[in-house]
């Protein structure tokens, strides 16, 4: 399984655009209305992939896929490569509807990117949203 995940991310890892302009390590900030409705973690930047570390020591690796957006603005779209099985056990159908969970993130200036967080076949759907910040 482990060889397949590898695989499986290596495939996403090489496919995706090189988006060095926003690498660097960033403090999350739920906005006001999410502030209960995620952990707390750091996230690093780091080319084309993305390492998020949780206050407990958990890590999940990611990459990140650039688009052009509106107005010829970047937005980046964060998929872990591996699911994290959500706390809150849903059903395999609801489940399947949803899609996977992935971060929207633009970038508002130098140090500061805005994100949301939604689902891959429910973009209409937001989990949650903030800003990274970067560290100094």
């Given at each position: 399984m482990k060889k397949y995940?590898?695989?499986?991310?290596?495939?996403f890892l090489l496919g995706f655009?090189?988006?060095?302009?926003?690498?660097?390590?960033?403090?999350v900030v739920l906005d006001f209305n999410f502030k209960n409705h995620g952990s707390k973690y750091v996230i690093i930047i780091n080319e084309n992939?993305?390492?998020k570390?949780?206050?407990?020591?958990?890590?999940?690796?990611?990459?990140?896929?650039?688009?052009?957006?509106r107005n010829?603005?970047?937005?980046?779209?964060?998929?872990?490569?591996?699911?994290?099985?959500?706390?809150?056990?849903?059903?395999s159908l609801k489940l399947n509807t949803l899609g996977k969970v992935i971060m929207e993130v633009e970038e508002i200036n130098a140090d500061t990117l805005s994100f949301r967080t939604t689902?891959?076949?429910?973009?209409?759907?937001t989990i949650n949203t903030g800003k990274f910040i970067r560290q100094k």
């Open positions: 995940c590898f695989i499986l991310g290596m495939f655009k090189s988006v060095t302009g926003i690498s660097g390590k960033y403090d992939k993305y390492t570390e949780f206050s407990d020591g958990e890590k999940v690796v990611g990459g990140i896929e650039a688009v052009e957006g010829s603005k970047k937005i980046y779209y964060l998929n872990d490569f591996l699911f994290v099985q959500q706390k809150v056990t849903l059903d689902y891959d076949r429910q973009l209409n759907v």
